[in-house]
């Protein structure tokens, strides 16, 4: 149980496009979200709390008009890169809680690629 | 908010040695502390947790103990094999609000045969 997927799992987008990445929660409904960021031999740095039903809740430093997010359902959260470039390179990350267990435990999914030409 | 600190960056040890990673937090409200090992391209796996008001856990190889006073926290691999090589990253969650997790810089660890 507590399967979290992602789509894709990489992408290749040329400078000024926009890119989607889908995350989803496969056996369970998650009214929280996460998304991080990770870029080569780092940490993982989080970039927002996706709530479901609700606005994105964005960390600091985040441009929130660049990195759109959808909480639409339970069980799917978008982040939107509008106008990458090569700088937004980057290993992105989802991660879910289900609410159903007695704990906070966040499940990841398997990333997604992004590499900006 | 809180910060999380990790030492070592990277650690070699020979197969069968133990290794062990610290990680301090700064947020005294922190109360969950768990640690992930990530394979490179790979999503981060969750290895073993601990929450504060337990002061040692064990699984295994693995351990993790949690000083509150001091807050720090440590993950201890024993026997350790080549395909324990990898990155491991501590991380720490408040347990109110959205329960975000703050994640160390990431330690990684090379087993030699």
């Known amino acids: 149980g507590a399967v979290v997927s992602q789509h894709p799992s990489w992408v290749i987008c040329k400078s000024g496009t926009s890119v989607k990445i889908e995350c989803r929660s496969l056996?369970?409904?998650?009214?929280?979200m996460f998304w991080y960021r990770q870029f080569p031999k780092q940490s993982l740095m989080l970039m927002a709390t996706s709530n479901e039903g609700s606005k994105a809740t964005y960390e600091q430093g985040v441009e929130k008009d660049k990195f759109l997010i959808n909480h639409a359902s339970l069980t799917l959260s978008t982040l939107t890169v509008t106008s990458a470039h090569p700088e937004d390179s980057s290993f992105y990350i989802c991660?879910?809680?289900?609410?159903?267990?007695?704990?906070?435990?966040?499940?990841f999914g398997p990333g997604t690629r992004l590499t900006v030409l | 908010g809180e910060n999380v600190e990790q030492h070592p960056s990277t650690l070699s040890v020979q197969e069968g040695d133990s290794a062990v990673i610290k990680c301090t937090y700064s947020?005294?409200?922190?109360?969950?502390f768990p640690w992930y090992k990530q394979e490179l391209g790979k999503r981060p796996q969750l290895i073993i947790d601990?929450?504060?008001?337990?002061g040692e856990k064990k699984d295994q190889r693995i351990a993790v103990t949690l000083n509150k006073t001091a807050k720090h926290f440590s993950l201890h691999i024993t026997e350790t094999q080549p395909e324990d090589s990898a990155v491991y990253f501590c991380?720490?969650?408040?347990?109110?609000?959205?329960?975000?997790?703050?994640f160390g810089t990431g330690t990684r660890l090379l087993v030699s045969p």
């Open positions: 056996d369970f409904q998650a009214t929280t």
């Open positions: 991660s879910a809680r289900d609410p159903g267990l007695a704990g906070v435990e966040q499940f």
């Open positions: 947020d005294s409200a922190s109360n969950y």
């Open positions: 991380a720490a969650s408040i347990n109110t609000g959205f329960q975000k997790l703050v």
């Open positions: 601990i929450r504060s008001n337990v």
